[in-house]
């Protein structure tokens, strides 16, 4: 199993110590069982923001290859997906525990899930600093 998730790409836009990086899903994705999870099954191309001090060396238009280490990939699924899901789960658990209607019970549980996602919003500079992309030149 690779240690690394990488995807090849193109310099779009650098900024200070920022590269956006626009990276596309290709052939290799089809056949990926994580393909899904990582947010490349559902759509032809994504922009990655890499933070990096040696951005100034990149240029738009440059081929590139944006890396992860698998982990990191884990941990950002996890997060997006895994966790979300248990509050879902667990606020219609709870409500149903409660004999709250059905219909209040499933916009608590959504409700649940959205205060998940602003959190994890509030505490973005925090998950961008544990999970660290790569960019290299090709």
């Known amino acids: 199993m690779a240690r690394r998730i990488e995807h090849s790409g193109e ?5 200070g110590t920022r590269v956006s990086v626009r990276i596309e899903a290709q052939g290799a994705c089809v056949t990926c069982r994580a393909r899904e999870a990582c947010g490349m099954g559902e759509s032809k191309e994504k922009i990655v923001e890499v933070y990096t001090p040696h ?12 890396g992860v ?3 990191m990939g884990v941990t950002a699924v996890v997060l997006a997906y895994v966790v979300p899901f ?18 209040i019970a499933a916009v608590t549980a ?25 960019i290299t030149k090709r």
Do not use: P
Not at 11 to 15: G, I, L, S, T
């Open 11 to 15: 310099v779009v836009r650098v900024d």
């Open 69 to 71: 280490a698998r982990r």
């Open 86 to 103: 248990f509050f879902l789960i667990g606020a219609l658990a709870f409500s149903a525990a409660l004999g709250i209607a059905e219909t």
């Open 55 to 66: 951005a100034a060396q990149f240029g738009v238009g440059e081929a590139v290859t944006v």
């Open 110 to 134: 959504l409700g649940a899930v959205a205060a998940w996602y602003l959190l994890l919003w509030l505490g973005r500079r925090k998950v961008e600093n544990t999970i660290h992309f790569t």
